[in-house]
Each structure stands twice: as structure tokens, then as C-alpha cells.
């Protein structure tokens, strides 16, 4: 099986996390792709804060992380929804490698960390949307995933994206150092298109969830 596409600046992470099997698996698929989470230069479109590119970017903190997601132009036609809106990429996930610098008690993260993470991969999520739109991220087929030629495509070039709230459930200590995947998969979206629910979930390599969001 092949894979993945590999985005300009993501090779260096994807070397540390195709050494670790059950990572490794995630992206050997046809149409996976590979994208940095953390972006050289400010683009204006979601681009990585100082609280990832800094605060959280260390040894003890976050020492590696990747995008992951399935490049939805492969298909032989985009899967047009009953639904009024939809998005082209319904979900994605982003893998963390995380030390012991975010623990809030003994060798267990932070619940505040773990709810951070969900909220930037639900972020995320709709960050791809944006930039495949835009053109920004290469396709498979080019220009198969902008608005402008697929009815009901919710349009986020042009609109902010931002989280109006986040209810989080923990179901089971998140123990460091330790790799993980957080993965955020898209809900309802609005008739209107001036609102979308996003899920996500944390998981490790037992595949049992840890914590996620309602």
C-alpha cells in the first residue's frame, strides 16, 4: 500500500513518527497526505500562535507533530451531501508526541493541555477546509474542491474561524510522555453556514479514547 503525499516542511516529522508502528499505519494509504502542523512564515489563514510555535514546542512539552488527513479531490467525484452545506475534508487527525513538561499531577497531562489539543485539532480541521478552498494546499486534481464549482460548499476562505465553545469529557488518565492522535471529524453545519459542530477525540495506540469533546 502506498502513501502518503507529503507536504513541503512535513518530512522530518513523519520520519519520527513512521518509526513507531502504530502511527506508521495511519498514512499508508493511496490518497493520505502529510502536512506540518507548525507553518515557517504567518499566512493569516490559521497559522500556528506562539502558544504551539513557542510555549508548547519543547523537549518536555510537544517535541513532534504531524497532520494527517485524506486528500478528497482522488475521488472519482466529491461526495455531494443531501444536507444543504458541507466541506470537502470531514475529518482529519494530528499526531502529538508529548513529555513530561505538561503534566498537571505525577506523569498525567493536564486536563487543560488535553482540552488545547482537541480545540486545535478542531481547528484544524477547518483550516484544511479553508486552504484546499483557497488553493494553498495542492490537490490531487486541481481546483476540484473550491465553492465556486461544487453546489452547497460551505465557502471558508473568505470567513474567520473560531471556537464558540467546548464541553470535554475525560474518560481515562492521559499518562506522559506518550504519542498520541487527535482526531476531529465534522457534524452539523448550519443552513445558514454561519456555524458547524466539530468532534474530536484523543486517543493513543490502545485505540480506547481518553478524553474528547461534546
Excluded at 195 to 210: N, T
Aim: hydrophobic residues 35%; glycine residues 8%; negative net charge.
Amino acid at each position: 500500500m502506498s502513501g502518503p503525499k507529503i507536504m513541503p516542511g512535513a518530512q522530518k516529522e513523519l520520519d519520527h513518527f513512521f518509526d513507531i508502528p502504530w502511527c506508521r499505519d495511519q498514512f499508508l494509504h493511496p490518497d493520505a497526505v502529510a502536512v506540518p502542523r507548525l507553518d515557517d512564515k504567518q499566512d493569516g489563514r490559521g497559522s500556528t500562535g506562539k502558544l504551539f510555535s513557542e510555549t508548547l514546542n519543547s523537549p518536555s512539552t510537544i517535541y513532534h507533530r504531524i497532520v494527517l488527513y485524506r486528500d478528497p479531490s482522488s475521488a472519482t467525484s466529491l461526495k455531494l451531501k443531501l444536507k444543504k452545506k458541507w466541506l470537502p475534508i470531514e475529518t482529519c487527525s494530528v499526531f502529538y508526541a508529548l513529555g513530561d513538561g505538561v503534566c498537571g499531577f505525577g506523569d498525567i497531562c493536564h486536563g487543560g493541555v488535553q482540552a488545547t489539543l482537541l480545540d486545535d485539532v478542531m481547528g484544524v480541521l477547518g483550516i484544511l477546509n479553508a486552504r484546499l478552498q483557497h488553493g494553498m494546499i495542492t490537490t490531487e486534481v486541481p481546483g476540484k474542491c473550491s465553492p465556486e464549482t461544487n453546489p452547497g460548499m460551505l465557502d471558508l476562505v473568505a470567513n474567520m474561524i473560531a471556537t464558540q465553545g467546548i464541553k470535554v469529557q475525560y474518560l481515562r488518565p492521559l499518562r506522559v510522555p506518550k504519542v498520541i492522535q487527535v482526531t476531529s471529524s465534522m457534524g452539523e453545519i448550519s443552513d445558514d453556514g454561519t456555524s458547524f459542530l466539530v468532534h474530536a477525540v484523543i486517543k493513543d495506540e490502545d485505540v480506547v479514547p481518553i478524553s474528547r469533546n461534546d
